[in-house]
């Protein structure tokens, strides 16, 4: 498998959005024993279906919408919560992506 260097930007965005889940927990990290799936960013809780579906298909890197046909890519970065491991799913558009 060949692993690829995350560019700065998703690294700090993933940093942040695992702070912010760690001080949500109410146990200790190293208690955890299972897999965690997290997106790197949410709709608001009160989003409407089309919120959320322009919301699945917008960069979470510059927050450009990209509707079919425009280029969307998606991918996972894997951390670990103690002994739990962390995939983080992300979005991004083909101009951040070429940044990569």
Known sequence: ??????????TAKIDQRLARMTE???????????????????PPDDASPE???????TCDNCGTYCPEPVPFFTGHSIRFLGP?????????CGPCKELE
């Open 51 to 57: 919120e959320v579906a322009r919301w699945e298909y």
């Open 1 to 10: 498998m060949v692993e690829i260097e995350e560019p700065a930007w998703l």
């Open 24 to 42: 949500s927990l109410d146990v200790d990290i190293n208690e955890l024993t299972n897999f965690a799936l997290l997106l790197l960013t949410e």
């Open 84 to 92: 739990t491991q962390v995939a983080i799913t992300y979005g991004i």
